[in-house]
């Protein structure tokens, strides 16, 4: 039985959407973006300000609806811009509301310079029940260069799930 596999992501800029439409690219998967129900401001002071006081008081942050059940897939690449080391609440809020456990999680995610920080272990507690593998990671977007980088990092946990 081949696996099915899902990429699902939120993405503020375009740098983490573009890592999931090179992943779609090399993979037969289907892909499902998350958006926030009240959009994010595109000034990048106000979208700080924003998330941080959402992060604060633990908001689970409205997303609109999609029409994706997680439970036929097997494999579930999860993209994120980097929030603080967190991933991005809408994202974490659709997250929450599935049931992941016996799926393996793939975690990609964009950064502007902190790298992964709490990444993996922030999706291990959202994703209760879930084999959470190693984040790539890509300093804004990926480019040309990365391609091989990501297939590489793809296929070392396909072939394990």
Known sequence: MSKKYLIVYYSQSGNTKSAAELIQHVVDADLCEIEAQD?????????????????????DVAYKPVSIDVSSYDVIF?????????????????LKQQDLTGKTILPFLSHGGVGK??????????????????AYSAFQKVEEDDVEDVIAWMYQYMDRA
């Open 78 to 94: 999860v993209g994120t811009p980097n929030w603080g080391g967190k991933v991005a609440l809408p994202l974490a809020t659709f």
């Open 39 to 59: 959009p994010y401001p595109t000034n990048y002071k106000v979208l700080l300000k924003r998330v941080r006081e959402e992060m604060d008081e633990n908001v």
């Open 117 to 134: 920080q709490d990444i993996e272990d922030d999706l291990k507690e959202l994703c209760p029940g879930a084999k959470v593998g190693s």
